[in-house]
């Protein structure tokens, strides 16, 4: 019985460790999808086409340390083992 129970913990540990990244990078596509078809404001003194370097730059960052933090995770496993 306990260790039915600690099985369920573990697998539920193991989606939201699946799902929370996830769920973070779709909405991170999401906003990114939103803010591109926004109009620059006249005002801007930095050009769109800089703004956009800089948007995907980001965002390519962001999801290299995603990709990071998951392959740490499979280094240090199998280093353990």
Request: proline share 7%; hydrophobic share 65%; net charge positive.
């Amino acid at each position: 019985m306990r260790r039915r129970r600690w099985r369920v913990v573990v697998l539920a540990l193991a989606a939201l460790y699946f799902l929370v990244p996830l769920l973070s990078a779709l909405g991170f596509l999401a906003m990114d999808r939103a803010v591109a078809g926004v109009p620059a404001l006249p005002s801007t003194p930095v050009p769109p086409v800089a703004l956009r370097s800089w948007r995907e730059a980001i965002l390519a960052a962001y999801l290299m340390l995603i990709a990071g933090a998951f392959a740490a995770n499979l280094l240090r496993s199998r280093l353990a083992r």
